[in-house]
């Protein structure tokens, strides 16, 4: 069965520093990949996405995301962590096999960003 | 554009009382639509999801139900609410032409308390 594992429930970074999220995909065909924030009490945004285009892919509030077939990865980058970035992510896989498009959803990265 | 509204916001029941949560989606016709529910602490859990009006498929047993009455618009019940029914639940919608191909967009969520 596919699956989804980020790395990491809770990451501290300090404000201007690198984020860096991490996420791996189980699939035997690589899936769409898609990374999610979500604010406090608010429902989910995404932020980029990868559908088999560039492997590179930019998405808003400055993050980007590298897809790497050779290691099942698709990581989540920002330069320079601001404090509005304290929030939980997400990152999910499509089920390209199941015809009802579901998504398969990580466990949730949160971020704390100090100053 | 499309925008998908929940209601209630938040909800304080007490346990064995019943539930409705409602849904709807505007600006898109036939979506895929979905209920998730977040524990406290704990990640996204898929509920039910369905590509049409009376095609419902349940993900996790339990003593919840959903319905879909109309396109779209996507309700999730209970007879008799359960302590273990506390959290935050967000409906979300997809294509349906782009089925495990796109992203799933996410309503704002209800805040489910049950005493």
């Known amino acids: 069965a596919q699956s989804v594992t980020q790395l990491g429930s809770h990451v501290s970074v300090s404000e201007g520093a690198l984020v860096l999220l991490r996420c791996n995909y189980s699939s035997s065909v690589p899936p769409y990949l898609f990374w999610y924030v979500q604010y406090p009490n608010q429902g989910l945004q995404l932020l980029l996405k990868y559908t088999s285009a560039a492997t590179l892919v930019k998405g808003i509030n400055g993050f980007e995301a590298e897809f790497k077939k050779s290691e099942t990865s698709f990581h989540l980058t920002k330069p320079s962590a601001h404090m509005s970035d304290a929030a939980e992510y997400f990152c999910a896989a499509s089920i390209l096999t199941d015809s009802w498009g579901k998504l398969q959803f990580g466990a949730g990265t949160q971020v704390v960003v100090t100053p | 554009s499309q925008t998908i509204h929940q209601w209630p916001a938040t909800l304080v029941q007490p346990v064995g009382s019943p539930l409705s949560l409602e849904c709807t989606v505007e600006g898109t016709s036939n979506p895929n639509l979905y209920w998730y529910r977040q524990a406290a602490g704990r990640g996204l859990q898929l509920l039910f999801y369905?590509?049409?009006?009376?095609?419902i498929s349940s993900e996790v047993p339990q003593n919840l139900s959903a319905s879909r009455p109309q396109d779209r618009q996507f309700i999730l019940s209970s007879k008799k609410l359960l302590l273990s029914d506390s959290g935050f639940y967000l409906c979300a919608w997809s294509p349906p032409q782009l089925r495990g191909r796109d992203e799933q967009f996410f309503g704002p969520g209800t805040r489910l308390t049950v005493l």
């Open positions: 369905s590509i049409g009006i009376d095609q």
